[in-house]
């Protein structure tokens, strides 16, 4: 799930955390409340290598 993050994210050229958020409300209506906690730590390990991107420049 995180690597099809990922692949949004880099296809939209999503930055801002606000599109980021938007994103994962998206994943979270898209997908049953059952997943919801794999949808969040999936979102998590991609937001965080955003970040990790973002310290390195």
């Known amino acids: 799930m ?11 050229r999503i930055r801002s955390s606000e599109d980021l958020e938007e994103l994962l409300a998206c ?8 997943h919801h906690r794999a949808v969040v730590a999936a979102f998590r390990r991609v937001w965080l290598h955003i ?5 390195r420049r």
């Open 51 to 55: 970040a990790g991107q973002r310290i």
């Open 2 to 12: 995180a690597e099809s993050m990922a692949e949004m994210v880099a296809a939209n």
């Open 27 to 34: 994943y979270l209506a898209l997908n049953a409340a059952e």
